[in-house]
Structures are given as structure tokens and as C-alpha cells.
DNA sequence: GCCTCTCCCATTGACGCCCATATGGTCCCA
DNA sequence: TGGGACCATATGGGCGTCAATGGGAGAGGC
């Protein structure tokens, strides 16, 4: 339907329900589907307030960027707090919907609403004001606020 | 209409229809066609609250800045955060019509009408009163609001 | 046994694909 | 040169399909 782009694109924004469910966008759930991913790996973004999701080798590029600093730097350090103590593994329902957990809520500060931003070879979970201030920020030259 | 067009150049308004669909203006559309493009890559713009509409290259060209730094920086995060995060990929319709999305509304304040503006390499979408606003500005040598 | 998560089915509203109409312009020919 | 056929563009709308969302009920863990 958005064509032969294997990369995820755009960002758009869904309801928490009930049962504490978002559905993925249709979009990036077909950019799953021909990257042949069905774990989800979980992570916290380094500089923003958001949770990163793509398939496995999500992870392997963190570890190797993980690698390739100083490893007794204080930088180091904190991505491997980050990559190792704060990912976690999901997957989606058959409608294509996962669970907001408190991990999810805790970094993120999301409580009713997810905006999926889209990273090219990743996707992003965010609160959609922060979002919507990040890129604000960004288009600025700044950062916006950083997590914790 | 023979060999000459080449380029975006000129503007239009064109109105929404009840379906939240509008005509892109047969001159762009000779552009695309002349172009071979079919995937419409729309990103929202970094300066003025318009959308820029391009072919593939359009993201090619800011995926090879972001390529040119460290893929771990803040920086390289901070041009993702607006290139991919701020961009999507579409198509016309039958008719060379497209839907104005959430996405497009959002960012540009457009409602009932859609201004059409060609930038040669790529056309842009524009709120009609922003448009002559900003083009009144340009005038004067300012560059009249930013985005929101 | 209670709470949580998963699998399944239902609803509704949005979008894609298709065909129809109006309007204005161009070209041809008498 | 004036009339009229013809065409392209912009616009309207029907309808089927699919996405987003809601909710029931069973399986399994604490």
C-alpha cells in the first residue's frame, strides 16, 4: 500500500485502550512483515524521552556502538545501562497491537496516546507533546529535553 | 507542455473535496510523470509550515548528510528525528489527487484549501494565506513565521 | 481463586479504486 | 471568423476493503 519502501517513515498517533493496547501503524507493521521481524527489541534512546523498537539487530548495532568507545568511559557506562538493564523484548498480537507497559510509561511518560515516530531502520514510541517539542527543538538547532 | 517543463515552478490553489482529497496541478503532475516518480516522498519543511513533496532522491540527498556524521550522535539522531520522523511517503490517486492527511493539517494549518508552490527540484504545500504571508515577507527581505 | 495476558470476533469509520460530471480551453472546418 | 466538436482538468460521489479500536472468554501465573 505505501509501495515498495522498506523503511520506516512519518509519524502517527493511537489510542491506549482498556486493556493497556496501541496498535502499531499499518505502515510500519508492513515494514515488519518484509523485514521478516517478529521479536521486537525495546531500548531507551540515548537523548530523547522514547522508546526505540526494531528486530534484533537493533541491539547488535548498539552493542558494537557500545564496542567501539573507551569501555571504561562514563559514557560507555551509561549506554549499557541503558541498552542492557533497560531492553526488553515484545511482540505483537494478531491484530498488531502491544502492550504499553510500565517500562514504556516510565521513560516515556506516555499514558493515553503513543505518537510512532518513524527512524528509517527503526521505529519510536513517544509522548506526543514531547514529540511534537523535540522536533520543534530540533528544527531550532536544539535538542529539547533529554530523559530523566 | 512539450520538453521545456522540466521543473516545478509557478503556484495554485486548488480546494479539498469532502473526502479530504485535492487535485495536484497538471503541471506538477507532468513534472512527476516527465520524472518517472511515482512515490511521492513529503516531508515537513525545517523553516516555513509548508510540506515539501519530491521524489526518493529528495530523502536520498538528506540521508546522505545524516550518513556523513557518526550514526550514534546527538546530531545524527536530531536529523533522523526531522527527515525520517518528519516525512512519509505517498501516492496520487487515479486522478493525480492525494489525501491531505492529519500529518499534512497539522503541520501547515491547512483546512478547506491547498496552495501548490513550485520549488524546481520539488514542489511545496502551503496553508494560501501562510503562503502569500511568508512570499509577502520574502519581499522584504524577513522570512515571516516559522512553524509551529 | 484472582488477576493478567492472549486469542478471537465485532464494529465503525477511513481510505483506495472506480466511474461520473462540470467547466473552460483549443482546434478544426465551414 | 464564428460555431461546434473535442479534450483536459478539476471535482464529486459509490462502494468495497482494511485499519483502528472495543470487548468477550479462555489459558496460565502468582
Same mark, same amino acid.
Given at each position: 500500500?505505501?509501495?515498495?519502501?522498506?523503511?520506516?517513515?512519518?509519524?502517527?498517533?493511537?489510542r491506549?485502550?482498556?486493556?493497556?493496547?496501541?496498535?502499531?501503524p499499518?505502515?510500519?507493521?508492513?515494514?515488519?512483515?518484509?523485514?521478516?521481524i517478529?521479536?521486537?527489541?525495546?531500548?531507551q534512546?540515548?537523548i530523547y524521552?522514547?522508546?526505540? %523498537? *526494531?528486530?534484533? #539487530?537493533?541491539?547488535?548495532?548498539?552493542?558494537? $556502538?557500545?564496542?567501539?568507545?573507551?569501555?571504561?568511559s562514563?559514557?560507555a557506562?551509561?549506554?549499557?545501562?541503558?541498552v542492557?538493564g533497560g531492553?526488553?523484548?515484545?511482540?505483537?498480537?494478531?491484530?498488531?497491537r502491544?502492550?504499553?507497559?510500565?517500562?514504556?510509561?516510565?521513560?516515556?511518560?506516555i499514558?493515553?496516546?503513543?505518537?510512532? %515516530? *518513524?527512524?528509517? #531502520?527503526?521505529?519510536?514510541?513517544?509522548?506526543? $507533546?514531547?514529540?511534537?517539542?523535540?522536533q520543534?527543538?530540533?528544527?531550532e538547532?536544539?535538542?529539547?529535553?533529554?530523559?530523566?
Amino acid at each position: 500500500m505505501f509501495g515498495v519502501v522498506g523503511r520506516f517513515l512519518s509519524n502517527a498517533t493511537n489510542r491506549i485502550d482498556a486493556k493497556g493496547r496501541v496498535s502499531v501503524p499499518a505502515s510500519f507493521r508492513a515494514v515488519l512483515l518484509e523485514s521478516g521481524i517478529q521479536e521486537l527489541y525495546c531500548l531507551q534512546d540515548f537523548i530523547y524521552p522514547a522508546i526505540s %523498537v *526494531g528486530g534484533p #539487530d537493533l541491539l547488535d548495532r548498539y552493542e558494537k $556502538q557500545i564496542a567501539s568507545v573507551d569501555p571504561f568511559s562514563p559514557e560507555a557506562n551509561r549506554m549499557s545501562l541503558l541498552v542492557h538493564g533497560g531492553g526488553v523484548f515484545m511482540r505483537l498480537d494478531a491484530e498488531g497491537r502491544l502492550m504499553v507497559t510500565d517500562f514504556i510509561r516510565d521513560f516515556t511518560g506516555i499514558s493515553s496516546e503513543v505518537t510512532f %515516530v *518513524g527512524r528509517s #531502520d527503526h521505529f519510536q514510541l513517544w509522548r506526543p $507533546q514531547a514529540f511534537h517539542e523535540a522536533q520543534a527543538a530540533a528544527r531550532e538547532g536544539r535538542f529539547g529535553s533529554r530523559p530523566v
